[in-house]
């Protein structure tokens, strides 16, 4: 109906690939445009739709008292709110089998009146299959939380209950707005799917509870979906010790690491107990069972990259990168599955993320370009009176490149290993001969110091400063007798000063030659790689690094989340109350002696 909707919706089908989609632009509701021969409505197996929230004109043109199509037979919405008049246009536009998603705002779930009657008949008539909470503030021009409201007209008759989602805690942050991840959306979709209840996320709602509750259907009527309270234990505030409540309350843990519990605590008393080892983050990490926990969890990834490496090797040009991710995500989730104390879904999440940072334009790239991109390295060069729209990868004199696929970094490190250990060492000293000059600046040139005139207007000490001041001081031992021992140790403190800044140039120089050679021979390399080190490169050492690098990150996680949960509850029945006010009479009764003292 809007314009700038209909010419939207017509490119965004052209952009996917479906260019003969008939968009029609008019209004749904007073004149729909897919009709049966009869005129009818059209019906559909399926429809998804994400109608304008609370639309308040939806009545114009529209004779709900004889509609010829019988859309509102199950009631008339608001004549200022058309959440429902388009669920309803869409449910009567559905086949006998039929099945939707309608987007629409959290209020259609409890609103009263006129959409309390409208949501009634529509349970009791068995035509909503689902409901799914969404995160507030997903779409543009509201930041009002949504809901998708799932009808199927299949078994209609039949069912008995309703299947909710509160999805409404998995997203992030995206600018101003919220955006569901990867992840979020994988979740839903496997939830809904299979109908599978979790704690605090979904449940299975039986229609006779719904009517109990006067068929609202607000979610959180049936789910609570917030963080249980961490209570505190008096008994432990008083006489101290950790309550073993607590420490069953990491049963997840336990089981992952049967012995840990009972080398980490030891009972005090009944139901009490305290940490018998001072250095718990450590233990916790180097525990047998911890370190088996870690490689356990990376054999599951070593599998997964082992399986699809041929795979990877045969990308080819003209092949659908999208099916490639399908695949190797699918498969990533579904191992990870079996980890321990790990959700699979934010390891899922890992790999789509890197999918979207760099390895979707890496196989783009070879989908279109072959293995050989491997080998180019582009020579960056920016239009008169403007800078580089990129950032190079190697610069080489006035020259600088930029690498599409393999960044030197991964030549560097699989080539030439030893040439960058040398600029290391060298850089590493010439950081120490940096740090001990500027250590001797500090101390020196505050008032009187020795190497105060060798400042400039702005505070700096400069070599030419310093040769000039060191060449004074020599003159001063041979036309003046009057020198002092005082003066004898500027002198060596400017020459201990002037001798660093020569190292430091001299090091600086060592370390711009030995990078310059080392930038030369990469440059060298690249149109000598063959297919299997280009593929080495980006599948081993490129895609599989960083993977696995975030992985051990995310396993690391895991044990940080225990060591950081058991420091929390130390710290906080570590003094017990009796203990505290003990401490605090002997302070009064310091403060008490220091005032009778001072004679108040």
């Known amino acids: 109906m809007d314009n700038a909707t209909y010419s939207l919706a017509r490119m965004n089908m052209f952009m996917h690939n479906h260019p003969t989609a008939d968009i029609w632009k008019d209004n749904t509701l007073a004149a729909p445009y897919w009709k049966e021969k009869d005129g009818s409505l059209k019906r559909f197996d399926f429809a998804v739709a994400n109608p304008p929230f609370s639309y308040k004109a939806w009545g114009n043109g529209v004779n709900t008292a004889r509609d010829e199509f019988n859309r509102f037979e199950y009631g008339v919405p608001p004549a200022k709110n058309g959440d429902y008049a388009f669920l309803l246009h869409i449910l009567t536009s559905l086949k006998s089998t039929g099945k939707a998603a309608v987007i629409l705002p959290h209020g259609v779930l409890f609103r009263g009146n006129a959409e309390a009657t409208i949501r009634q008949n529509l349970v009791t008539q068995g035509y909503i299959k689902g409901i799914i909470g969404l995160p507030p503030n997903l779409f543009y021009g509201t930041g009002i ?12 008759a039949t069912r008995d209950g309703l299947f909710m989602v509160d999805a409404s805690k998995g997203f992030m942050k995206d600018g101003n707005k919220n955006r569901l991840r990867s992840q979020d959306i994988h979740k839903i979709v496997d939830v809904f799917n299979n109908q599978v209840e979790l704690p605090r996320y979904s449940r299975w709602v039986s229609l ?77 990490k180097q525990h047998p ?21 041929e795979r990877l090797e045969n990308i080819a040009i003209g092949d659908k990168p999208k099916d490639l991710i399908r695949e190797l995500s699918e498969d990533l989730l579904g191992r990870f599955a079996a980890a321990d104390l790990l959700d699979n879904y934010d390891i899922y999440q890992l790999l789509m993320d890197y999918w979207a940072e760099t390895m979707q334009d890496d196989v783009y790239l070879l989908a279109e370009s072959g293995w050989n991109a491997g080998k180019v390295l582009r020579e960056l060069v920016a239009e008169k009176g403007q800078k580089l729209s990129e950032t190079p990868d190697l610069v080489m004199g006035k020259k600088k490149y930029k690498a599409d696929l393999i960044p030197p970094s991964l030549l560097v490190a699989r080539y030439f290993a030893e040439k960058q250990a040398q600029i290391d060492e060298l850089q590493a000293d010439c950081d120490g001969v940096t740090q001990e000059l500027e250590a001797l600046i500090e101390e020196h040139t505050g008032e009187d110091g ?7 207007d702005a505070g700096k000490v400069t070599k030419a400063n310093l040769t000039k001041l060191i060449k004074g001081f020599k003159q001063l031992t041979i036309f003046d007798d009057g020198e002092t021992e005082e003066d004898r140790e500027q002198l060596a403190i400017c020459e201990q000063c002037l001798d660093l800044f020569d190292r430091e140039a001299e090091l600086k120089k ?3 030659t030995a990078q310059e050679a080392l930038d030369k021979a990469v440059l060298a390399k690249y149109p000598k790689l063959t297919e299997e080190e280009i593929k080495t490169l980006v599948i081993l050492d490129k895609w599989g690094g960083t993977l696995e690098g975030r992985i051990i990150a995310e396993i690391e996680r895991v044990t940080q989340q225990l060591g950081s949960r058991i420091k929390e509850l130390d710290e906080r ?7 505290l006010v003990d401490e605090v009479e002997r302070l009064t009764s310091r403060v008490n002696e220091h005032l009778r003292k001072m004679g108040v």
């Open 145 to 156: 939380p949504a809901c998708i409201i799932v009808l199927d007209k299949a078994a209609a």
């Open 289 to 309: 069972e911890a370190v088996g926990f870690v490689s356990r969890t990376l054999a599951l990834y070593h599998q997964w990259r082992d399986y699809h490496r």
């Open 450 to 456: 020795a190497l105060t005139e060798a400042q400039t």
């Open 208 to 284: 006779a509870e719904v009517a109990a509750n006067d068929y609202n259907l607000n979610i959180p009527r049936y789910i609570d979906s917030s963080e249980p309270e961490d209570l505190h234990d008096l008994n432990a505030h008083l006489n101290g010790g950790i309550p073993q409540g607590d420490i069953d309350a990491l049963d997840h843990y336990w089981r992952v690491f049967p012995t840990l519990k009972a080398d980490l605590f030891q009972e005090t008393r009944p139901g009490y107990s305290q940490l018998s080892i001072i250095n718990y983050q450590l233990s916790i």
């Open 510 to 512: 060592a370390v711009k």
């Open 573 to 579: 029945y570590a003094d017990p109350l009796p203990q």
